[in-house]
């Protein structure tokens, strides 16, 4: 084929491939004009999840209108004029392409006026091709009304999805907005209602904290606030004990702009490792801002992504800036654990991260120290012959720690057919292990891990047979969750109902329960519930029904299981091993670690140099 040049509507549509790919990223791209023209009210009006319809208006500075044709012309933008700008750019627009890329695969138009005018004028543009400005009365400002996206791009227009799943995307981009700018009142109607309205808070911005995330996360956010090396970090992180099971309140923006950024969340992780339980996440609204010289925001099309001149300097500052906040709440934990042990579930940590085995690093774990049952002759041998103590060094005992923990553990074959393979408990090791004597040697059983095992092979089985039983409550409860969880819930009521939850809206922010899954009654249902309706969330149309149940079952297993730091008595250990050594694949917990090591006295004998 011959070498052309592209005409510029084709140009325009090849760019809103990048720019347009939803309804949602309309809005966004609208709604960060009008905050670039300096509207404090912004009106978004929605059709069939902003399918039919897009209509934005706003009260910013509005366009000449001899200038309406350039604004919807490729690379124009009133926002930049030089390389310089560019580079110290503090507007969230600058590449001029959005309105001709959006205007060019939807029926558009674009109404201004500006304060000193004395009336609007509107410019139409169907698919790319302008119209005649005409006159058009309207307060001053500006209005983008955005008809029927992707029909004349069938190919794209089929990758939309249902009416609710545009408008949650779109809701998404909204709130992350609305937690930037508490200042700007934000009004949405969807089918000619209602949906939404943002009130505009200047004094204290936790009130649209509660708006956008619910009044839970709220209650348990901890303000940050950190100026360093030209770098100022503010916002709210969420304690440990209100981790979540999915990364879906993570909200990072940079100098005002919502970014994504993995240097950043990597260094938030390493901030919340130490209290943080294995595969749950933490929730954060943070604002950095840094010397707009210093980072570069020209890196994505959509300006979804930054790069920073210096994310070394950027890890750290955030790492240590959360590291210190929270562990403020971490001494205070330690300080009330020494008080009282029974108590410790109560504080941010112990709990953390609902059915978390391990919050602390072993050295500032429990001041039980070691519980000795009955212990047996062997045991005490094990002490009183145990001889040289420099046998403990590491480069003695890891070998063979390590080769005990192979990943497909078998169930130990007994010697003596009287010794069950996981032999009997001796002991309770700092609230989290239970040492058990078999005929080998010793078995060291993470007593959480193991219940939660099965917990979920139990669940599963029940599920499989009849679905689960519900227990109805004596008193039913109500729960305060986001708008978008009580959405989920429901939408979803008959796949909780199939998974033992009676669960129905009574508030845009709240869920009544009546009853809970049977199996699971004695766990915390109210932690249980919002995770399986971020799962839900999560993978309710995306992930094969199955998998999705065995993430469910698997997430509420692990709110079954017994916490860390029960102490349990040696018939309750025994009873746990003798569990498990019926349940199917109960060398791993759910969460792919193995429930328990062995090392056999052979070993054992090894660390300490005996018999050679
Ligand atoms: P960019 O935002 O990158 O400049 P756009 O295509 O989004 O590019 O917009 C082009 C220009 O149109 C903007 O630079 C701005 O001058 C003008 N404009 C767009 N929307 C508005 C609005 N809501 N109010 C005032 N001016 C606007
Ligand atoms: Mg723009």
Redesign the pocket.
Known sequence: MQIRQLPDTLINQIAAGEVVERPASVVK?LVE??L??GALRIDIDLEEGGIRLIRIR?D????APEELPL?VARH????IASLDDLEAVATL????????SIASVSRFSLS?RRAGDEHGSTLRVEGGKLGEITPKAQAPG?T?EVRELFYNVPARRKFLRAERTELSHIEEWLRSLALARPDVELRVSHNGRPSRRYKPDLLDASLRLNETLGEDFARQALCVEHAAAGLRLHGWIALPSYSRASADQQYLYVNGRAVRDRNIAHAVKMAYQDVLFHGRQPAYVLFLEIDPLRVDVNVHPAKHEVRFRDTRLVHDFVYRTLQDALAETRAGAIAAATQGAADRAQYPGAAAGFGSPRPWSPTQQSPLGLSVGEAPAAYAALYSQSGASQAFSPDVVSPQVFASQSPEQRLPTSSDASIPPLGYAIAQLHGIYILAENADGLIVVDMHAAHERIGYEKLKSAHDGIGLHSQPLLVPFNLAVAEREAEVAEREAETLAALGFDVTRSGPQSLSVRSVPALLAQAEPEGLLRDVLTDLREHGETRRIAAARDELLSTMACHGAVRANRRLTIPEMNALLREMEITERSGQCNHGRPTWARFSLAEIDRWFMRGR
């Not at 627009?93 to 001709?100: D, H, I």
């Open positions: 791209e004009n009008a670039d023209a706003d910013g500075g509005g366009i604004a124009a933008t009133s926002k627009g600058f590449r001029g392409e959005a309105l001709p201004s500006t983008v």
